[in-house]
């Protein structure tokens, strides 16, 4: 069984209260307030062996824990506001709670978000966080509303994390090797804060890209009423680097199916593309046209020579 077969099974139910404008099946879930704001609230967990390797920089898990679930926060196009920090702690070691809160404090006031509250326990090493963001009032950006001939895009380059996690995992670099560029992609990922709500006028639909590209569009173009994507190999966002390390072909195998890049994928009706060109240069981020949202059901990508590419796996899925 898979993570989503599970959720489905045991904890999705028929209905919602009035007050859940977005429940279960999002970066996010929607909840109405009176204030005028709708409130979003994210969670996301990382375990030792699972989300990151034993000896990892402290200050790299305890930025990576808010940042994972900030970029959820930008798939919803919201302002994050608050978190909650929950711990599982193998042992005190003074130096190691220092550094992890120095990585997690360091993000959380750039972004002005309060520690508002968590809960600390003895066990096997594991951090959730939860955050809190604001949007206004029916304005939260869903995977559920990109519509056919919609044009896709993606911020950054895609692919770096997942390079740096193989790189790592086959000892051709080490955890501490701090100018590895693909390293700090995966231990230091930056989410797209800015853009998540400058988007909120433009996208029809958004998610972050944290189990890699394919899988995570396959969720836009599902929860979107059982569309289809079509993606161009060669438009891919791919930066130079990669060379002294792997093939085209496999920076771009990680790029399409490799998790961790918490870049943003999104839909925006096809006569916006002015609109993202002025985003992308106000951003001084790139913003990539990569396909179209058909209706025709899966993700398909096609390549210079007009083939289709075979996918083995989408992307990452736990199953027990
Ligand atoms: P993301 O990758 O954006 O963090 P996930 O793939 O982890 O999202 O989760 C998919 C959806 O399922 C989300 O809406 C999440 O809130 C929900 N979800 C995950 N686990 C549970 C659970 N145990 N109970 C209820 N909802 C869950
Ligand atoms: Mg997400």
């Known amino acids: 069984m898979n993570e989503f077969q599970l959720i489905d099974r045991f904890f999705a139910r028929e209905d919602n209260p009035d007050s859940v404008k977005v429940g279960i099946g999002d970066d996010g879930a929607v909840l ?43 798939a919803m196009g919201a302002e994050p506001d608050w978190v909650t920090l929950n711990l599982v702690l193998p042992e ?5 709670l220092e ?12 972004y002005s978000v309060v520690l508002v509250g968590g809960d600390t326990t003895h066990g096997p090493l594991s951090v959730t966080a939860t955050v809190g963001g604001w949007v206004p009032h029916g304005e939260a950006l869903c995977r559920s509303k990109a519509k056919v001939g919609d044009h896709l895009y993606v911020s950054g380059a895609l692919g770096h994390a997942a390079l740096g996690l193989s790189l790592l995992s086959e000892k051709r670099i080490s955890i501490n090797d701090q100018h590895n560029c693909f390293l700090r992609r995966l231990l230091w990922p930056e989410p797209r804060i800015s853009l998540g709500s400058l988007l ?24 979107s ?18 060379e002294e390390f792997c093939s ?25 593309t002015g609109a993202v060109v002025r985003l992308s240069r106000h951003l001084n981020l790139p913003l990539t046209l990569i396909g179209h949202v ?18 083995n796996s989408p992307g990452y899925l736990h199953h027990w």
């Open 32 to 74: 109405a307030t009176n204030n005028g704001r709708d409130l979003v609230v994210v969670t996301d967990t990382m375990v030792e062996g699972v989300h990151f390797v034993c000896g990892q920089p402290a200050s790299a898990l305890g930025h990576k824990i808010l940042s994972v679930n900030l970029s959820d926060v930008a």
């Open 99 to 110: 550094e992890f809160a120095q990585g997690f404090f360091e993000l959380a006031d750039r």
């Open 200 to 223: 909120r006028p433009l996208a029809s639909a958004a998610i972050d890209i944290s189990d890699g590209l394919i899988a995570d569009l396959e969720h836009i173009t599902l929860a």
């Open 294 to 311: 058909d209706s025709r059901p899966g993700v398909r990508v096609i390549d210079a020579q007009g083939k289709y590419r075979q996918i």
């Open 248 to 272: 085209h072909s496999a920076i771009l195998t990680m790029a399409l199916t490799g998790g961790d890049d918490y870049e943003l994928c999104f839909s925006v009706d096809s006569k916006q």
């Open 225 to 242: 009423g059982d569309l289809g994507a079509l993606i161009h190999e060669s438009m891919i966002p791919i930066e130079p680097g990669f």
């Open 92 to 96: 005190v070691n003074s130096n190691w």
